[in-house]
């Protein structure tokens, strides 16, 4: 099957928010209590919600990939919002790029992540970070193919669990 890389249009979002939980779910939910994962993803991927306010907002760049009609994947690049020590003025964040586990190894987060870059590159921005769970091998060893290094350390919390996240850090190359 095909795939398109789409930025967000009217109709996109109610089609995208259930794809976003189920991949969040599928990555994350057996490391967390039941009801408090439920209550977390009912913030951030009901319509209104977290995901919801992100989508609409002014600065926040989004690209989804949509294979027959359906969102499979999606990137979400931001003005840096991890707690990154000595970042330069115009950092900008990769917040999110999750792919269904079925369409895991076929190219679409390879694409997803080369638009991050080279959008955070013609924006002028000098810098790219994410954060990633520390024991996510498979994300840590996929950064680390485009140049991320760890730079830091940050937390997140689901319900009462504290989890050890890294922050990560790509530097791109000066504009000429």
Same mark, same amino acid.
């Given at each position: 099957?095909?795939?398109?890389?789409?930025?967000?249009?009217?109709?996109?979002?109610?089609?995208? /928010?259930? #794809?976003? &939980?189920?991949?969040?779910?599928?990555?994350? *939910?057996? $490391?967390?209590? @039941?009801? =408090?994962? %439920?209550?977390?993803?009912?913030?951030?991927?009901?319509?209104?919600?977290?995901?919801?306010?992100?989508?609409?907002?002014?600065?926040?760049?989004?690209?989804?990939?949509?294979?027959?009609?359906?969102?499979?994947?999606?990137?979400?690049?931001?003005?840096?919002?991890?707690?990154?020590?000595?970042?330069?003025?115009?950092?900008?964040?990769?917040?999110? /790029?999750? #792919?269904? &586990?079925?369409?895991?190894?076929?190219?679409? *987060?390879? $694409?997803?992540? @080369?638009? =991050?870059? %080279?959008?955070?590159?013609?924006?002028?921005?000098?810098?790219?970070?994410?954060?990633?769970?520390?024991?996510?091998?498979?994300?840590?060893?996929?950064?680390?193919?485009?140049?991320?290094?760890?730079?830091?350390?940050?937390?997140?919390?689901?319900?009462?669990?504290?989890?050890?996240?890294?922050?990560?850090?790509?530097?791109?190359?000066?504009?000429?």
């Amino acid at each position: 099957m095909s795939v398109a890389f789409v930025e967000p249009y009217p109709g996109l979002l109610e089609r995208l /928010l259930p #794809v976003a &939980r189920q991949i969040f779910t599928d990555t994350f *939910a057996e $490391r967390y209590d @039941t009801v =408090a994962f %439920e209550v977390y993803c009912d913030e951030v991927y009901r319509p209104g919600g977290a995901m919801s306010q992100d989508f609409e907002a002014p600065g926040i760049r989004w690209l989804v990939a949509v294979s027959a009609g359906q969102p499979i994947g999606y990137a979400k690049l931001t003005p840096l919002r991890a707690p990154a020590l000595g970042a330069e003025p115009g950092a900008l964040e990769l917040q999110q /790029l999750y #792919v269904l &586990r079925d369409w895991q190894g076929r190219g679409v *987060a390879d $694409r997803l992540m @080369t638009w =991050a870059l %080279e959008t955070a590159a013609a924006e002028g921005a000098g810098e790219v970070y994410l954060t990633v769970f520390d024991h996510n091998e498979r994300a840590k060893r996929f950064y680390t193919r485009y140049g991320f290094r760890e730079v830091g350390r940050c937390t997140f919390q689901l319900g009462e669990r504290i989890d050890d996240d890294r922050i990560w850090r790509v530097r791109l190359p000066a504009r000429r």
